[in-house]
C-alpha cells in the first residue's frame, strides 16, 4: 500500500499565550478551524532548520505507528500580532510572517514523569530507535518532551532532531554517526526489544516513503535553511542523510545496546 501523508493549513486567529520552554518562545494559539495549536514559528532563534526538524521528526514518528499530535501547516497574516504589547513577541511574529508549523494542543496532558509511569520494552525501544535514526538530543530525564494524555504516551518536540543541519558541514560522515548521546535517553533502560524493532522499521521506511516525507519541506523553509542551496539541493541533503542512516542503522543500534548495558 502507497504510504500518503499531507498536512492540512489553516490560518492563526488568535494568539492566547507565549509558552516560554527553551529559547524558542513557542506559542498557544487558535486558528480558524477553531482547533489550539502550539505553533512553532520560522523567526525564532533556529528559524527554518527548526520547522524542518520538527516535521521531519513528526512525520516519521507517525509513520513509525508512535502517537504524535496532528502537525499542520500555519499560516501567519502580514496584519497579525501588529497589537502585541510585547516588543520581543511582536518581532518574533513579524519576523514569521507566512508558512510556520503547529501541533494540536492536547489540553490537560501531563509532563511524563518516568518514575512514576513505567513504559513497556516494545514502546521504549521503538522511541528509542526511532531518536538515533533522527539523531534527536532531546529526550532526557531533565526534558522528556513527551507526555501523558488519556494514559497513552505522546511525543512532542522534535526541535532538536536532526542537529547535522545546524553546521551543514560533513553531513555524510554525520550521517554515519553512532549517535553516542542516545546514553541519556529516559527510556533507554526500558528498551530491550531494539534489535527487534531495527529489523521491523527498517521494513516500513522505504527510500520511497522517506522520499515523499522529505518532499513535505515548503520551499520557503528549504530556500532559507542553507545559504547557497536551492531548495530541491536542501530537500536532497536530508534525503541522503537519512536513507545512509537508515543503511548504516546497526552503527546506531550496537551504540544503544552498548548504553544499554551500563543504563540498566
Not at 497589537?83 to 508549523?101: A, C, K
Not at 542551496?229 to 542523510?241: H, K, M, N, T
Amino acid at each position: 500500500m502507497k504510504y500518503a501523508m499531507t498536512l492540512r493549513t489553516v490560518n492563526v486567529t488568535r494568539y492566547i499565550t507565549p509558552l516560554r520552554e527553551g529559547g524558542s518562545l513557542p506559542a498557544l494559539a487558535e486558528a480558524d478551524d477553531d482547533f489550539k495549536y502550539v505553533v512553532k514559528f520560522r523567526g525564532a532563534g533556529h528559524g527554518a532548520k527548526a520547522l524542518i526538524s520538527e516535521l521531519i521528526g513528526g512525520a516519521v514518528a507517525k509513520l513509525l505507528g508512535l502517537r504524535v499530535p496532528e502537525l499542520v501547516f500555519v499560516m501567519l497574516d502580514e496584519a497579525f500580532g501588529q497589537t502585541e504589547g510585547d516588543e520581543e513577541i511582536q518581532d518574533l511574529l513579524q519576523g514569521s510572517r507566512g508558512l510556520n508549523l503547529g501541533m494540536h494542543f492536547l489540553s490537560g496532558a501531563l509532563t511524563y514523569d518516568p518514575i512514576t509511569t513505567k513504559v513497556d520494552g516494545l514502546l521504549a525501544s521503538q522511541i528509542v530507535w526511532m531518536d538515533a535514526f533522527l539523531t534527536n538530543v532531546d529526550r532526557t530525564v531533565r526534558n522528556t518532551n513527551m507526555l501523558m494524555w488519556h494514559k497513552d504516551l505522546w511525543l512532542i518536540d522534535h526541535g532538536a532532531t536532526l542537529y547535522f543541519h545546524h553546521t551543514w558541514t560533513n553531513w555524510e560522515k554525520q550521517a554515519l554517526s553512532p549517535f553516542p548521546l542516545i546514553k541519556d535517553h529516559v527510556l533507554l533502560p526500558f528498551a530491550d526489544q531494539l534489535e527487534k524493532v531495527n529489523a521491523a522499521f527498517k521494513q516500513i521506511i522505504t527510500n520511497d516513503i522517506m522520499r515523499e516525507l522529505v518532499n513535505l519541506i515548503p520551499n520557503e523553509w528549504a530556500a532559507h535553511a542553507e545559504e547557497g542551496l536551492s531548495a530541491d539541493d536542501v530537500r536532497e541533503v536530508y534525503y541522503q542523510f537519512l536513507i545512509r542512516r537508515l543503511e548504516h542503522s546497526d552503527n546506531f543500534l550496537n551504540e544503544a545496546l552498548n548504553a544499554r548495558k551500563t543504563a540498566v
